[in-house]
């Protein structure tokens, strides 16, 4: 099945707030204690109170800024759980210390690969797009990928603006490369509900996504 062989790629959790100042002693108590508990070696202070960066490396990051949060796991060895485990009490520290009382809109980056026993630009090309090689001889130079976006309006039931990207993965000819961006338009109050939106992105991909995918490729053969 497409769902079980998922390869997580990369994750990036985005909070935007009121832009505020935060005293450098807070920001310095929070390097403490996030440093050694989620392996954040690197320290910056940011210029005239932009705020600071703690990363690993440049895989790896918590940034810190007057008006939003982001975090980083980009490549990741982490599974999409565990990503969870870890940006979630680190959101909770980061609003304990700066007392944000909310978080005007919530912003989500989940990065897949998805592996095949063949390559899939000719996949994508015949099954997806259904475009001939006569089609693409017309451009007269090789055709390295072929990608699609699809983008999704938010509903008054489900107030998300969704984007889904799906293209070879030119690293690797064999790899599927899915990216869904998430934008959360309401504000959050709790912890809970920035768990559950991430939750949420996470199951369109695997369900939504991933069954859309098997429509179109099992039309020709079997997964």
């Not at 989500?108 to 994508?124: A, E, H, N, Q």
């Not at 390295?144 to 690797?172: H, N």
């Amino acid at each position: 099945m497409l769902v079980e062989n998922l390869i997580p790629h990369g994750f990036v959790a985005q909070l935007h707030c009121p832009p505020q100042a935060t005293p450098e002693r807070a920001l310095k108590e929070l390097y403490l204690i996030l440093s050694g508990r989620f392996r954040y070696p690197q320290f910056e202070l940011l210029h005239a109170g932009q705020g600071a960066v703690l990363k690993e490396g440049e895989q790896r990051s918590c940034e810190i800024y007057p008006d939003h949060l982001v975090i980083k796991e980009q490549p990741t060895q982490l599974n999409f759980d565990e990503f969870l485990e870890q940006v979630v009490p680190i959101v909770q520290e980061v609003r304990n210390h700066i007392g944000q009382p909310i978080w005007i809109f919530q912003q989500s980056i989940l990065r897949y690969l998805l592996p095949f026993d063949t390559p899939v630009m000719p996949m994508l090309q015949q099954h997806f797009f259904k475009i001939g090689d006569s089609d693409l001889e017309k451009f007269k130079r090789p055709v390295l990928g072929l990608c699609a976006r699809i983008e999704f309006p938010p509903l008054p039931e489900e107030p998300t603006q969704v984007q889904l990207r799906i293209e070879p993965y030119f690293r690797e000819p064999k790899m599927l490369f899915l990216e869904l961006s998430s934008r959360y338009l309401q504000p959050i109050q709790q912890i809970s509900e920035f768990e559950q939106r991430l939750r949420g992105s996470y199951e369109f991909l695997k369900d939504r996504a991933c069954g859309f995918l098997r429509g179109i490729f099992s039309r020709n053969q079997e997964f």
